[in-house]
């Protein structure tokens, strides 16, 4: 958990898993890093079981990775206390890490084809919601998500495949279909849950 507890690298994790395979050069450039950087953020996934080599490929000093599985799942509820500590910083990342994602989504609004903008959604709703009321609507926005998932396995090799591997098929993903990103956030409004300094 702590390994992702890194905004950068959890970005190099997230292109790994969105694009396929890629080198730490071909990270640099996506991202606007030095391959340096790149290729140390890659050192790290790896030595956390998160990345591993790419076989068949590359050449030479060039050294081709892919991610191990499709997404991170951290629940709190089920964890040590030293794995909550660390999943505070993880939860951290995630959260900024998403704020940069929709950033970078909202400049290319302008650009989307019109049946992608007609269909795209940038909102927000405001409850009043206990713990457990959280808990239970988000069990059923996965159960709904799951739904929609095309294969259960890595990331397309490229951009523009059109097949997504799983552990022990290949299914071929609609025609016309885009990677899309859903994201779910739930969180207190900011302040509203802090308890009042002081306070045990």
């Not at 950068?8 to 996506?30: H, M, Y």
């Not at 490929?57 to 892919?66: A, H, P, V």
Request: charged letters at 25%.
């Amino acid at each position: 958990m702590r390994v992702l507890a890194h905004p950068l690298r959890l970005n190099v994790l997230t292109l790994l898993r969105e694009r396929g395979p890629s080198t730490a050069t071909r990270i640099a450039e996506e991202l606007g890093i030095n391959p340096g950087a790149a290729s140390y953020h890659l050192r790290r996934l790896a030595s956390g079981g998160l990345i591993v080599d790419e076989p068949g490929r590359g050449t030479g000093r060039e050294r081709w990775w892919k991610s191990l599985h499709r997404q991170s799942i951290h629940d709190p509820a089920t964890a040590s206390t030293e794995q909550r500590e660390a999943g505070r910083a993880y939860t951290q990342t995630v959260a900024v890490a998403a704020a940069d994602r929709l950033r970078r989504a909202a400049q290319e609004v302008a650009l989307l084809p019109q049946e992608w903008l007609d269909v795209a959604v940038y909102s927000d709703f405001l409850l009043c919601l206990t713990p457990g009321d959280v808990d239970r609507m988000r069990s059923e926005l996965f159960e709904v998500i799951a739904r929609y998932r095309h294969g259960a396995g890595e990331a397309p090799e490229v951009p523009e495949a059109t097949e997504v591997r799983g552990a022990t098929e290949v299914r071929r993903a609609p025609e016309g279909s885009s990677p899309i990103v859903l994201q779910v956030q739930a969180f207190p409004v900011p302040g509203a849950a802090l308890r009042p300094t002081g306070d045990a």
